[in-house]
């Protein structure tokens, strides 16, 4: 299996941009998370879906962020507006259905907002 | 407070050494990950456990839920094991997938 997919892997942009970023989670998942990591705060979950639907969005910081699961396969992370406080590693996890699985991480996309 | 608590935050240790890990929680659990993260940035998933000592190869994770805390060994460590270890709980007892993380262990092997 090809593990969980995240894209872009690297991204930097101007204060204000939108940001997009993606995830492909193992085929056969049904629950999907999304992480962000700062050398401050550690890692943070931001909101996950189960069966698509979002469970649980406590953790998305403010109206700028927004995520997406339009099927089982794909999910989007959109910042809009960027701000430099937004610069940190996000990362996109899933796991298998049932509760207490592990949760498998993709590689990470590294956002700089200048 | 931070609800998941690890010590040491740094470690130094020489190839060959015995290394422990410690991670202590304040909340109700239903289960507690064990997660290494490379010097790439890669996160792996280690262990889940709920009660008891699970071991894979030189790691070996043990938990105690009435003193609730848990901790992470590695036997005859190896320059290869040098990475960030994080601990993390899925709190209460109901059906949230919800993971909250302790800041991570540092570990450095030296050869």
């Known amino acids: 299996d090809a593990g969980v997919i995240q894209s872009p892997r690297h991204e930097v942009t101007e204060m204000g941009q939108e940001v997009t970023l993606r995830c492909k989670p193992i085929?056969?998942?049904?629950?999907l998370f999304w992480y962000r990591q700062t050398m401050m705060r550690g890692l943070e979950l931001l909101i996950y879906f189960n069966n698509n639907v979002p469970i649980d969005d406590s953790g998305m910081p403010e109206d700028r962020f927004s995520a997406k699961m339009p099927n089982a396969s794909f999910s989007t992370l959109k910042i809009q507006p960027s701000e430099p406080r937004d610069s940190a590693v996000y990362f996109c996890?899933?796991?298998?259905?049932?509760?207490?699985?592990?949760?498998?991480f993709g590689p990470g996309t590294r956002l700089t907002v200048l | 407070k931070n609800e998941v608590e690890q010590s040491p935050q740094n470690l130094t240790a020489q190839e060959g050494e015995f290394i422990t890990i410690n991670c202590s929680y304040s909340?109700?659990?239903?289960?507690l990950h064990w997660l290494q993260q490379h010097p790439g940035g890669g996160i792996v998933s280690l262990f889940m456990l709920s009660s008891g000592k699970k071991k894979h190869g030189r790691l070996i994770a043990t938990i105690n839920i009435q003193e609730k805390h848990s901790s992470l060994h590695i036997t005859a460590s190896h320059p290869r094991d040098s990475a960030v270890y994080i601990c993390?709980?899925?709190?209460?007892?109901?059906?949230?997938?919800?993971?909250?993380f302790g800041k991570g262990t540092k570990l450095t092997v030296n050869p």
């Open positions: 085929s056969g998942h049904n629950s």
């Open positions: 909340v109700g659990i239903s289960a």
């Open positions: 993390a709980v899925r709190k209460g007892q109901g059906g949230s997938e919800k993971l909250v």
């Open positions: 996890a899933s796991s298998p259905p049932g509760l207490g699985h592990e949760q498998f």
